[in-house]
C-alpha cells in the first residue's frame, strides 16, 4: 500500500510540473498580447479604480502627468480630497505634504479612480522623502534656466525669421549653382545650412517649458525675524490682485536668509519666511494652496547682498515671489494678412 502510495503521489506531482509551464505561457500571453506601440497617452474609464507608479514630467495648476517605466503618460488631477504623503518607516507613519511638493521629477505613486475626461482622479499620492529633496533641487536649479529660455524666445524668433527667408531662397541659389562650376557645392551648402537652422529653430522653440515669468517681487525682513511688516503686507496684496487677474497663473515662493547664524539655522528661517509669505497670501488673499508651487528655503546661498556690511545683509534677508503665467495664454493668436485684390 505504501509503495502504490507513493507512485500515485509522485505521478500527480509530475503531471503538475508538466501542465504549469502551460499555465505560465497563457499569463505571459495575455499580458504581452497589447500592442506594444500603443498611445503614449493613457485614457482612463470614469470610475475605473488604478494604481500607478512614474515620474512627474510636466506640472500644471491643478493637474500633473505621471510617465511610468513603459513609457506611457497618465494625467492626474488633484483635488481637495487628496491625500499626499511620503513613505513611512518601522513603526512610524509618512509625513503629510502639500499638494505643491508635487514636482517636475519626482518619482511617486497615485492610487484614484478614473475621471470623466480619461484622466485618473487622485486619491492617494505617496512618494520618499530622498527623491521629493532631489526633485526640489532639480526645480530650483530650473528656474534660472526658465528665465533664460524666455530671454531668448525673442532671438529664436529673429533666427526663424531669417532662416525662413534663406530656405525661400533655395531655388534661386541652386540655379546659381547650376550656372557656375566652382561655386555648386558653396550653393548646395548654404541651402543646407538654412534647412538646418529652421529645424533647430523649431526644436528649441519646442523644448521652451510652459510656464513664463510676467510679475516678481521682493520683500525682506528683520535680523532673526518671519514676522510680515505692514509694507510687506502692502506688497503682497498688490501682488496677489495681479495673480487673480492673470490667467493660468501659479506663484512660487522661496526664502533667503543672511550670513549670520548657523547653516542649519538659516535654512530654517529662510523656510520660515517662506512660509509666513504663503500663510498670508492664502488666508488674506485667498490664492488657493495649488496655485503656489515650490516653497523652498535656501538659507544663506544665492546672496544678492554683501554680506559683510549691513545694507547688503539687509539686502539678502528676503523671500522673493513669482507671478509665472502658462506661455500658451500669453502668446498672441496668429494673424492672417488677408489677399489684396489691388496690386500693391
Same mark, same amino acid.
Given at each position: 500500500?505504501?509503495?502504490?502510495?507513493?507512485?500515485?503521489?509522485?505521478?500527480?506531482?509530475?503531471?503538475?510540473?508538466?501542465?504549469?509551464?502551460?499555465?505560465?505561457?497563457?499569463?505571459?500571453?495575455?499580458?504581452? &498580447?497589447?500592442?506594444? !506601440?500603443?498611445?503614449?497617452?493613457?485614457?482612463?474609464? &470614469?470610475?475605473?479604480?488604478?494604481?500607478?507608479?512614474?515620474?512627474? /514630467?510636466?506640472?500644471?495648476?491643478?493637474?500633473?502627468?505621471?510617465?511610468?517605466?513603459?513609457?506611457?503618460?497618465?494625467?492626474?488631477?488633484?483635488?481637495?480630497?487628496?491625500?499626499?504623503?511620503?513613505?513611512?518607516?518601522?513603526?512610524?507613519?509618512?509625513?503629510?505634504?502639500?499638494?505643491?511638493?508635487?514636482?517636475?521629477?519626482?518619482?511617486?505613486?497615485?492610487?484614484?479612480?478614473?475621471?470623466?475626461?480619461?484622466?485618473? #482622479?487622485?486619491?492617494?499620492?505617496?512618494?520618499? =522623502?530622498?527623491?521629493?529633496?532631489?526633485?526640489?533641487?532639480?526645480?530650483?536649479?530650473?528656474?534660472?534656466?526658465? =528665465?533664460?529660455?524666455?530671454?531668448?524666445?525673442?532671438?529664436?524668433?529673429?533666427?526663424?525669421?531669417?532662416?525662413?527667408?534663406?530656405?525661400?531662397?533655395?531655388?534661386?541659389?541652386?540655379?546659381?549653382?547650376?550656372?557656375?562650376?566652382?561655386?555648386?557645392? @558653396?550653393?548646395? @551648402?548654404?541651402?543646407?545650412?538654412? /534647412?538646418?537652422?529652421?529645424?533647430?529653430?523649431?526644436?528649441?522653440? &519646442?523644448?521652451? !517649458?510652459?510656464?513664463?515669468?510676467?510679475?516678481?517681487?521682493?520683500?525682506?525682513?528683520?535680523?532673526?525675524?518671519?514676522?510680515?511688516?505692514?509694507?510687506?503686507?502692502?506688497?503682497?496684496? !498688490?501682488?496677489?490682485? %495681479?495673480?487673480?487677474?492673470?490667467?493660468?497663473?501659479?506663484?512660487?515662493?522661496?526664502?533667503?536668509?543672511?550670513?549670520?547664524?548657523?547653516?542649519?539655522?538659516?535654512?530654517?528661517?529662510?523656510?520660515?519666511? @517662506?512660509?509666513?509669505?504663503?500663510?498670508?497670501?492664502?488666508? #488674506? #488673499?485667498?490664492?488657493?494652496?495649488?496655485?503656489?508651487?515650490?516653497?523652498?528655503?535656501?538659507?544663506?546661498?544665492?546672496?544678492?547682498? !554683501?554680506?559683510?556690511?549691513?545694507?547688503?545683509? @539687509?539686502? #539678502?534677508?528676503?523671500?522673493?515671489?513669482?507671478?509665472? /503665467?502658462? %506661455?500658451?495664454?500669453?502668446?498672441?493668436?496668429?494673424?492672417?494678412?488677408?489677399?489684396?485684390?489691388?496690386?500693391?
Amino acid at each position: 500500500m505504501n509503495s502504490k502510495t507513493l507512485r500515485s503521489v509522485a505521478l500527480a506531482f509530475g503531471l503538475a510540473l508538466a501542465l504549469t509551464p502551460l499555465a505560465f505561457g497563457q499569463n505571459s500571453t495575455k499580458q504581452t &498580447s497589447a500592442p506594444a !506601440d500603443a498611445s503614449r497617452a493613457r485614457s482612463i474609464s &470614469s470610475g475605473e479604480k488604478m494604481k500607478i507608479k512614474g515620474v512627474v /514630467v510636466r506640472r500644471d495648476p491643478d493637474t500633473f502627468t505621471v510617465r511610468d517605466l513603459s513609457g506611457v503618460d497618465t494625467i492626474v488631477r488633484l483635488t481637495d480630497r487628496t491625500s499626499v504623503k511620503s513613505h513611512g518607516g518601522f513603526m512610524r507613519s509618512g509625513t503629510n505634504y502639500g499638494q505643491t511638493n508635487i514636482l517636475r521629477g519626482l518619482n511617486l505613486e497615485v492610487e484614484g479612480r478614473g475621471g470623466s475626461n480619461g484622466e485618473l #482622479n487622485a486619491e492617494k499620492i505617496r512618494f520618499n =522623502e530622498s527623491d521629493l529633496r532631489t526633485a526640489r533641487s532639480v526645480e530650483a536649479r530650473a528656474v534660472p534656466l526658465e =528665465e533664460r529660455a524666455t530671454a531668448a524666445e525673442g532671438r529664436i524668433t529673429e533666427v526663424e525669421q531669417n532662416a525662413q527667408k534663406l530656405s525661400g531662397q533655395m531655388e534661386e541659389l541652386a540655379a546659381v549653382a547650376n550656372t557656375a562650376r566652382g561655386g555648386a557645392k @558653396a550653393a548646395q @551648402a548654404t541651402a543646407d545650412a538654412a /534647412v538646418s537652422g529652421v529645424n533647430a529653430t523649431n526644436d528649441r522653440i &519646442s523644448a521652451l !517649458d510652459d510656464y513664463t515669468p510676467q510679475e516678481s517681487i521682493s520683500v525682506n525682513f528683520r535680523t532673526g525675524s518671519s514676522v510680515l511688516n505692514a509694507d510687506t503686507k502692502t506688497k503682497l496684496d !498688490d501682488i496677489a490682485k %495681479k495673480a487673480i487677474a492673470a490667467k493660468g497663473y501659479v506663484i512660487e515662493v522661496t526664502g533667503f536668509a543672511d550670513s549670520r547664524g548657523g547653516t542649519n539655522y538659516n535654512r530654517a528661517l529662510s523656510q520660515h519666511r @517662506a512660509d509666513a509669505v504663503i500663510r498670508y497670501l492664502v488666508e #488674506n #488673499n485667498q490664492i488657493p494652496l495649488r496655485r503656489i508651487i515650490t516653497p523652498y528655503g535656501f538659507g544663506e546661498s544665492m546672496p544678492i547682498g !554683501d554680506n559683510t556690511s549691513k545694507e547688503g545683509r @539687509a539686502e #539678502n534677508r528676503r523671500v522673493e515671489v513669482k507671478i509665472l /503665467v502658462n %506661455k500658451g495664454l500669453t502668446q498672441p493668436a496668429p494673424v492672417m494678412n488677408p489677399g489684396s485684390g489691388s496690386g500693391q
